[in-house]
Protein backbone atom coordinates (compact mmCIF):
# COMPACT_ATOMS: atom_id res chain seq x y z
CA UNK A 1 0.00 0.00 0.00
CA UNK A 2 2.81 2.47 0.79
CA UNK A 3 4.60 1.95 -2.11
CA UNK A 4 1.26 2.83 -4.26
CA UNK A 5 0.94 5.48 -2.30
CA UNK A 6 4.06 7.17 -3.09
CA UNK A 7 3.53 6.33 -7.12
CA UNK A 8 0.73 8.62 -6.50
CA UNK A 9 2.38 11.45 -5.52
CA UNK A 10 5.39 11.02 -7.94
CA UNK A 11 2.48 10.86 -10.29
CA UNK A 12 0.68 14.18 -8.69
CA UNK A 13 3.69 15.89 -8.50
CA UNK A 14 4.84 14.77 -12.60
CA UNK A 15 1.88 16.61 -13.09
CA UNK A 16 2.44 19.82 -10.88
CA UNK A 17 5.51 20.19 -13.13
CA UNK A 18 4.30 19.86 -16.96
CA UNK A 19 0.92 21.72 -15.88
CA UNK A 20 3.57 24.49 -14.23
CA UNK A 21 5.77 24.02 -17.35
CA UNK A 22 2.95 24.31 -20.05
CA UNK A 23 1.94 27.47 -17.97
CA UNK A 24 5.36 28.81 -18.19
CA UNK A 25 6.01 27.81 -22.01
CA UNK A 26 3.02 29.07 -23.29
CA UNK A 27 3.67 32.61 -21.29
CA UNK A 28 6.64 32.63 -23.08
CA UNK A 29 5.51 31.84 -26.61
CA UNK A 30 2.29 33.63 -26.80
CA UNK A 31 1.49 37.45 -26.72
CA UNK A 32 0.83 38.42 -23.58
CA UNK A 33 -2.81 39.39 -24.17
CA UNK A 34 -5.75 39.69 -21.61
CA UNK A 35 -6.51 35.89 -22.40
CA UNK A 36 -3.33 34.13 -22.95
CA UNK A 37 -2.37 35.35 -19.47
CA UNK A 38 -5.85 34.32 -18.04
CA UNK A 39 -4.29 30.37 -19.97
CA UNK A 40 -1.08 30.52 -18.06
CA UNK A 41 -2.30 31.61 -15.29
CA UNK A 42 -5.07 28.83 -14.59
CA UNK A 43 -2.45 26.72 -15.52
CA UNK A 44 -0.38 27.73 -12.72
CA UNK A 45 -3.55 27.69 -10.25
CA UNK A 46 -3.60 23.98 -11.74
CA UNK A 47 -0.07 23.36 -10.63
CA UNK A 48 -0.74 24.50 -7.38
CA UNK A 49 -3.53 22.18 -7.23
CA UNK A 50 -1.78 18.98 -8.07
CA UNK A 51 0.70 19.94 -5.28
CA UNK A 52 -1.67 20.62 -2.32
CA UNK A 53 -3.56 16.56 -3.97
CA UNK A 54 -0.08 15.54 -3.54
CA UNK A 55 0.78 16.73 -0.04
CA UNK A 56 -3.26 15.96 1.02
CA UNK A 57 -3.87 12.75 0.50
CA UNK A 58 -7.63 11.37 -0.25
CA UNK A 59 -9.65 9.74 2.15
CA UNK A 60 -10.20 6.04 1.68
CA UNK A 61 -14.35 5.95 1.91
CA UNK A 62 -15.77 3.26 3.22
CA UNK A 63 -19.60 3.18 3.56
CA UNK A 64 -20.53 5.81 6.32
CA UNK A 65 -16.68 7.04 6.80
CA UNK A 66 -17.05 10.76 7.57
CA UNK A 67 -14.40 12.49 5.32
CA UNK A 68 -11.04 14.10 7.33
CA UNK A 69 -10.02 17.15 7.00
CA UNK A 70 -7.36 16.09 4.94
CA UNK A 71 -9.76 14.43 2.99
CA UNK A 72 -11.71 18.10 2.49
CA UNK A 73 -8.08 19.70 1.62
CA UNK A 74 -7.68 16.89 -1.27
CA UNK A 75 -11.01 17.30 -2.68
CA UNK A 76 -10.85 21.14 -2.83
CA UNK A 77 -7.48 21.64 -3.86
CA UNK A 78 -8.36 18.64 -7.09
CA UNK A 79 -11.24 20.01 -7.85
CA UNK A 80 -10.04 23.40 -7.82
CA UNK A 81 -7.17 22.26 -10.15
CA UNK A 82 -9.71 20.56 -12.60
CA UNK A 83 -11.46 23.55 -12.82
CA UNK A 84 -8.54 25.59 -13.64
CA UNK A 85 -6.87 23.10 -16.14
CA UNK A 86 -10.33 22.97 -17.46
CA UNK A 87 -10.93 26.72 -18.02
CA UNK A 88 -7.50 27.21 -18.87
CA UNK A 89 -7.89 24.46 -21.79
CA UNK A 90 -10.86 26.29 -22.85
CA UNK A 91 -9.62 29.59 -23.00
CA UNK A 92 -6.40 28.63 -25.39
CA UNK A 93 -8.66 27.00 -27.94
CA UNK A 94 -9.78 30.59 -29.09
CA UNK A 95 -5.92 32.53 -27.82
CA UNK A 96 -4.18 29.69 -30.11
CA UNK A 97 -6.80 30.66 -32.78
CA UNK A 98 -5.96 34.49 -32.96
CA UNK A 99 -2.19 33.49 -32.58
CA UNK A 100 -2.65 31.97 -36.34
CA UNK A 101 -0.05 29.28 -36.24
CA UNK A 102 -0.20 25.67 -36.09
CA UNK A 103 -3.88 25.61 -37.10
CA UNK A 104 -4.24 21.87 -37.73
CA UNK A 105 -4.07 21.33 -34.12
CA UNK A 106 -6.72 23.43 -33.29
CA UNK A 107 -9.25 20.68 -33.70
CA UNK A 108 -7.66 18.13 -31.04
CA UNK A 109 -7.29 20.85 -28.63
CA UNK A 110 -10.45 22.02 -28.72
CA UNK A 111 -11.63 18.62 -28.45
CA UNK A 112 -10.12 17.98 -25.95
CA UNK A 113 -10.40 21.21 -24.08
CA UNK A 114 -14.47 21.34 -24.25
CA UNK A 115 -14.45 17.43 -23.98
CA UNK A 116 -12.55 17.73 -20.80
CA UNK A 117 -15.01 20.17 -19.40
CA UNK A 118 -18.24 18.99 -20.08
CA UNK A 119 -16.86 15.74 -18.55
CA UNK A 120 -15.77 17.40 -15.49
CA UNK A 121 -19.56 18.75 -15.11
CA UNK A 122 -20.64 14.92 -15.32
CA UNK A 123 -18.10 14.42 -12.95
CA UNK A 124 -19.10 17.57 -10.71
CA UNK A 125 -23.31 16.60 -10.94
CA UNK A 126 -22.52 12.62 -10.82
CA UNK A 127 -20.30 13.58 -7.37
CA UNK A 128 -22.99 15.53 -5.53
CA UNK A 129 -25.49 13.03 -6.61
CA UNK A 130 -23.65 10.15 -5.18
CA UNK A 131 -24.04 8.29 -8.49
CA UNK A 132 -21.44 5.22 -8.58
CA UNK A 133 -20.24 6.65 -12.16
CA UNK A 134 -18.63 9.30 -10.35
CA UNK A 135 -15.05 7.68 -9.71
CA UNK A 136 -15.44 6.46 -14.05
CA UNK A 137 -16.04 10.34 -14.75
CA UNK A 138 -13.14 11.46 -13.02
CA UNK A 139 -11.02 9.33 -15.06
CA UNK A 140 -12.71 11.03 -18.39
CA UNK A 141 -12.32 13.94 -17.16
CA UNK A 142 -7.81 13.30 -16.12
CA UNK A 143 -7.36 11.39 -19.58
CA UNK A 144 -9.14 14.31 -21.74
CA UNK A 145 -7.19 17.11 -19.87
CA UNK A 146 -4.19 15.27 -19.99
CA UNK A 147 -4.32 14.67 -23.33
CA UNK A 148 -4.94 18.40 -23.84
CA UNK A 149 -1.59 19.19 -21.85
CA UNK A 150 0.15 17.11 -24.12
CA UNK A 151 -1.34 18.24 -27.35
CA UNK A 152 -0.92 22.00 -26.11
CA UNK A 153 2.97 20.75 -25.20
CA UNK A 154 3.24 19.75 -28.59
CA UNK A 155 1.93 23.22 -30.10
CA UNK A 156 4.18 25.35 -28.35
CA UNK A 157 7.26 22.96 -29.59
CA UNK A 158 5.88 22.93 -33.10
CA UNK A 159 5.71 26.91 -32.86
CA UNK A 160 8.54 28.26 -30.57
CA UNK A 161 10.22 29.42 -33.69
CA UNK A 162 7.59 29.85 -36.16
CA UNK A 163 6.09 33.77 -36.91
CA UNK A 164 2.98 34.88 -35.45
CA UNK A 165 0.90 35.19 -38.45
CA UNK A 166 -2.89 35.91 -36.97
CA UNK A 167 -5.92 33.85 -37.75
CA UNK A 168 -7.52 34.69 -40.72
Not at 95 to 105: I, K, N, Q, S, Y
Request: charged fraction near 10%.
Amino acid sequence: MFQRAVVVVLAFLANAVAFGGLAAALRATLDQSRRSSAVWSLLGVASDGMVLSAAFPTDVLLSGAPITPIGTIHAIAALSKFACLAAGAVLSVRTLHLDGRRPELLRPLGVLAYGGAAALVAFVGASVSGLPVAGLAQRIVTVLLLGWVVVAAGWVARTATAPVTGAS
